[in-house]
T-cell receptor, first 113, second 114 residues
Framework: AQSVTQPDIHITVSEGASLELRCNYS??????LFWYVQSPGQGLQLLLK??????LVQGIKGFEAEFKRSQSSFNLRKPSVHWSDAAEYFC???????????FGTGTRLLVSP | DAGVTQSPTHLIKTRGQQVTLRCSPK?????VSWYQQALGQGPQFIFQ???????QRGNFPDRFSGHQYPNYSSELNVNALLLGDSALYLC?????????????FGDGTRLSIL
C-alpha cells in the first residue's frame, strides 16, 4: 500500500539552528512530493513541491527539500530556524494524477529561544 | 484573489445528527477535494469532485457524501454522526487539467460531536 512516514513526532530546535525533517514514502514509482505547514487552527500552506528534474527544490520561507530516489526520501531543511517556524509540518505524496494526496502523520516543530 | 473558503468555521453536533459543510474553491479552480484530519493525525482523503461528479474516493463509508455545483462550489454531507467523526474537515481546490499545480487548502471546518 502507498504510505508516507514521518518518523519524528516532535522536534525541538533552538532559534538560529538548522533544521531537517524526515519523510519517507513507500511506492513502486516516483511519486509527486510535497511539504505543507499548518499553524494552529489553520489550513495547510504549501512550502514546496517536487515533480521532476532537479532533486533539490527551493520553497517559501527559506525552506528546501532534497529528493533521494535510492532512499525513497524527501527531507525538508532550513539553515536557520526562526521562532515563527514553530508549526506542524506534513509531507505528502500524490500517486495518481496529482489529485489525491496521501499525508504523513506530521512533525511538530518547537523552537526554543 | 480569494483563496479557498470554507463554512462554517466551527460546528457542534450530537451523535446521530446530519451535517453539511461548504467549500468555495479558489478562483479559476474547477476541482474540489475533501480531507478529514483527526486530532494529531495527517489529513485523510475523503473524495474529489470534478464536473459535478465524484471522481475518486478514499476509504470512507457511504455516510460521507458530497455534491458539486455548476459554479464549482462543493458540499460535504455526513449522516448518522459518530463520535469518531469529530475532526477538522479540509477542502482543497485545484485545476483538473493543470496536473503540475498543487492543491490549495482552506482553513477548514472544525466539527465536534457530543
Amino acid at each position: 500500500a502507498q504510505s508516507v512516514t514521518q518518523p519524528d513526532i516532535h522536534i525541538t530546535v533552538s532559534e538560529g539552528a538548522s533544521l531537517e525533517l524526515r519523510c519517507n514514502y513507500s511506492y513502486g514509482a516516483t511519486p509527486y512530493l510535497f511539504w505543507y505547514v499548518q499553524s494552529p487552527g489553520q489550513g495547510l500552506q504549501l512550502l514546496l513541491k517536487y515533480f521532476s528534474g532537479d532533486t533539490l527544490v527551493q520553497g517559501i520561507k527559506g525552506f528546501e527539500a532534497e529528493f533521494k530516489r535510492s532512499q525513497s526520501s524527501f527531507n525538508l531543511r532550513k539553515p536557520s530556524v526562526h521562532w515563527s517556524d514553530a508549526a506542524e509540518y506534513f509531507c505528502a505524496v500524490a500517486f495518481t494524477g496529482f489529485q489525491k494526496l496521501v499525508f504523513g502523520t506530521g512533525t511538530r516543530l518547537l523552537v526554543s529561544p | 484573489d480569494a483563496g479557498v473558503t470554507q463554512s462554517p468555521t466551527h460546528l457542534i453536533k450530537t451523535r446521530g445528527q446530519q451535517v453539511t459543510l461548504r467549500c468555495s474553491p479558489k478562483s479559476g479552480h474547477d476541482t474540489v477535494s475533501w480531507y478529514q484530519q483527526a486530532l494529531g493525525q495527517g489529513p485523510q482523503f475523503i473524495f474529489q469532485y470534478y464536473e459535478e461528479e465524484e471522481r475518486q474516493r478514499g476509504n470512507f463509508p457511504d455516510r460521507f457524501s458530497g455534491h458539486q455545483y455548476p459554479n464549482y462550489s462543493s458540499e460535504l454531507n455526513v449522516n448518522a454522526l459518530l463520535l469518531g467523526d469529530s475532526a477538522l474537515y479540509l477542502c482543497a481546490s485545484s485545476l483538473y487539467r493543470a496536473r503540475d499545480q498543487p492543491q490549495h487548502f482552506g482553513d477548514g471546518t472544525r466539527l465536534s460531536i457530543l
